[in-house]
Nanobody, 120 residues
Framework: VQLQASGGGLVRAGGSLRLSCQAS????????MGWFRQAPGKEREFVAGVTWNGRSTNYVDSVKGRFTISRDNAKNTVYLQMNSLKPEDTGVYFC??????????????WGQGTLVTVSS
């Protein structure tokens, strides 16, 4: 499966962004999907995951209540709606796919990142 993320940009603290990740070359509903991020000078961290059918999701504690992951299997796309953004949310965001449909790491396929910058 090939993954293409988009939707990053510069936003002020308190603002919102929606990231999208388009999948191709595979059966999208076979995969659980996730979003990760990497801040400057830090390791990549798991942000959110969703099962193959969209019925179950999980989040890192720091984004709970602010971020929502969802998917549209008809469009081969997973989304990350990010609200109430904080400067510490700044980083490169990556989408990932996991064989078998689960939503916890480790993931098997990765897209290129999209940069999110939150100014204070």
């Amino acid at each position: 499966v090939q993954l293409q993320a988009s939707g990053g940009g510069l936003v002020r603290a308190g603002g919102s962004l929606r990231l999208s990740c388009q999948a191709s070359e595979g059966t999208f509903s076979n995969y659980g999907m996730g979003w990760f991020r990497q801040a400057p000078g830090k390791e990549r961290e798991f942000v959110a995951g969703v099962t193959w059918n969209g019925r179950s999701t999980n989040y890192v504690d720091s984004v709970k209540g602010r971020f929502t992951i969802s998917r549209d299997n008809a469009k081969n796309t997973v989304y990350l709606q990010m609200n109430s953004l904080k400067p510490e949310d700044t980083g490169v965001y990556f989408c990932a796919a996991r064989r078998g449909g689960g939503y916890y790491p480790p993931f098997d396929y990765w897209g290129q990142g999209t940069l999110v910058t939150v100014s204070s």
